[in-house]
């Protein structure tokens, strides 16, 4: 296995067009999710990417184009592509911009789109479907099968996925309070972003990951099994849970998820390294949420841009938010926990934090 | 890279299942799965009938399960679609309507817990591939699922020596999946087989 760097990245969120306008909204304090109204005179926080364009296929079209641009990933045309999505093109199918067909045709388009020459895959495991693709992506530039790949994650408006966690009464009414002590659910948000997985030298390297699913609750995650990931991702990247300096949490405000995360976390680490969420920050975006957050986390290590909860976090939870970047950080655990019993984990290393 | 190889243990036939196929997965399982839609449904008769074939009576741990539906669960998508169309508050089957159920279901169903995903590709080969690619020492349970036909089409792969047979490069998955092939290895280029 050789080693495995993160290159170009890109973010398309809530908080901008691109990383430098989300860092520049992170250091004003974060942006407020819109509201959408649905069926029955119900109204939910949504952390919208503020790009009015009323085709679907346009402005996904705009949004992507936009991502592969600031990744840098132009030359990158031959490489392995993943597309990671919980909903790909539903928000076209809903408003009759597309026909309900097969799920591929959404992936095909988007190969069109930026003319690629690489095979493309789709990946469609709910919201650990990022993390997903970079594991997969990674596994292929380690074993020297290429050279390079791509993660895309796209997550776009649909009325489809807002109603359905509003219908699992899974939606804050308000704003989300990940680890807050009134935390009263989740906001979906959208993000586009891409990731360049490289054999080349770089920052970042990544070290391994894990990803494991059970069935033992098809919506949530399970304490003892986020343990495991963890246990399984610091094995696969030759660490001890004593080397993680940080971890990225899942952590959407949800009251149940928030506790069963931190049970487990705290299993695999004793004490727990300091912590960040950025769910409050672009929302929950789902499939993209993965390589979204990755993309922003990165970039707020590299410029020390924090995001800060502007709300009394849950004392019960026994677990506090780093308040600003944590010095000496060399390795950085970031987990997702999805519906469809998914639990996956990846982890960084700054190869600029390595002693001597 | 390593020529990893693995013997097609179990497989399920690729025609379209039988029409009492929800009454045989009932038998098979000993309960009516409940709540968890027709797509995760023809997954559990599939995965089953495979490792059924393949005499195994659960999945090992360290087995990378990957599922390929183009179609996912197209009725449940429907009719979620037709309660927004409708302007209905509630669209009581959005958790039917995620193709990633498929994953708990058949997790809890063979007691397992595991690498699994759904991932997708035109190209089957591809996907075997790429599969092949993670797992490396690992075994696989590869199925490839549709509503719309109706199929449920699974390969179980246990890890082996290289045999003395002679590997050719695949040049479809219907040759790698056919009834005479019974190794995969994994080539410098690609997918090799061997009868």
């Known amino acids: 296995m050789r080693p ?38 119900t109204d939910w926080p949504y952390f919208g990417i503020d790009l009015p364009e009323a085709n679907w296929r346009t402005r996904a079209r705009q949004l992507i184009r936009a991502a592969i641009s600031e990744a840098g990933l132009e030359s990158c045309r031959h490489a392995p592509l993943f597309v990671a999505s919980s909903s790909f093109d539903i928000g076209a199918i809903e408003t009759g911009q597309a026909r309900l067909n097969d799920s591929n045709g959404f992936g095909e388009e988007v190969a069109a789109l930026l003319e690629w020459q690489g095979p493309v895959y789709l990946v469609f495991s709910a919201c650990v479907s990022s993390l997903q693709a970079i594991l997969a992506a990674y596994k292929l530039v380690a074993t020297g099968a290429v050279d390079d790949a791509v993660v895309l994650g796209v997550e776009l408006f649909n009325r489809f996925s807002l109603s359905g966690f509003a219908a699992m009464q899974l939606l ?13 659910g989740i906001a979906l948000g959208e993000a586009v972003a891409a990731l ?11 070290c391994g990951g894990s990803n494991l699913v059970d069935g033992r609750d098809p919506t949530g ?45 705290t299993a695999a680490f004793d004490p727990l390294p300091p912590l960040v969420t950025l769910k409050a920050a672009i929302g929950h975006t789902l499939g993209a949420s993965g390589a979204a957050e990755i993309a922003l986390l990165l970039a707020c290590l590299e410029t020390g841009i924090w995001p800060h909860a502007d709300y009394p976090l849950d004392p019960k939870l ?36 390595r002693s001597g | ?118 991932v997708m590709s035109r190209n089957s080969m591809n996907l075997a591939l790429l599969a092949g690619q993670q797992a490396e020492r690992c075994g696989m349970l590869l199925g490839w699922v549709e509503e719309k036909p109706c199929r449920s089409y699974w390969i179980r792969l246990a890890p082996c020596t290289t045999p003395t047979s002679s590997f050719i490069a695949a040049s479809s998955f219907e040759e790698m999946s056919s009834e005479s092939t019974h190794y995969w290895r994994l080539g410098r280029t690609g997918m090799e087989i061997a009868p």
């Open chain 1, 4 to 41: 495995v760097y993160l290159h170009g990245r890109s973010l398309a969120s809530a908080l901008g067009a691109n990383l430098p306008q989300a860092l520049a909204a992170i250091s004003a304090g974060g942006k407020a999710p819109l509201r959408v109204s649905l069926a029955g005179g």
């Open chain 2, 1 to 118: 890279m390593n020529n990893f190889t693995w013997k097609i243990t179990g497989r399920t036939s690729a025609g379209t299942p039988p029409e009492n196929w929800r009454d045989q997965l009932v038998v098979r399982l000993g309960y009516r799965p409940r709540r968890i839609g027709i797509l995760a449904e023809l997954a559990l008769y599939g995965a089953l009938d495979c490792l059924d074939n393949a005499k195994e009576s659960g999945l090992p741990g360290d087995v990378l399960l990957r599922v390929c539906s183009m179609g996912g669960p197209v009725s449940a998508i429907s009719q979620v679609l037709e309660q927004i169309h409708e302007d209905l508050p509630q669209p009581f089957s959005f958790l039917q309507s995620q193709t990633s159920q498929v994953l708990p279901a058949l997790a809890a169903a063979l007691s397992w817990q595991g690498d699994a995903s759904v």
């Open chain 1, 318 to 353: 026994c677990a506090g938010l780093a308040r600003s970047r944590p010095e000496s950080v060399r390795y950085i655990l970031a987990d997702i926990l999805g519906f469809g019993g998914g639990h996956a984990a990846v982890i960084l290393e700054d190869t600029y934090a």
């Open chain 1, 221 to 265: 995650a399970i304490p003892q099994t986020v343990t495991q990931m963890c246990n399984q991702a610091l094995a696969a990247s030759g660490l001890a849970a004593s080397d993680i300096g940080l971890v990225k949490l899942q952590a959407a405000g949800s009251p149940a998820n928030d506790v069963n995360e931190l049970s487990g976390l």
């Open chain 1, 172 to 184: 804050t009414p308000g704003k989300p309070q990940p680890l807050g002590s009134g935390r009263d």
């Open chain 1, 196 to 206: 360049h997985l490289s054999s080349q030298p770089g920052r970042w390297r990544l």
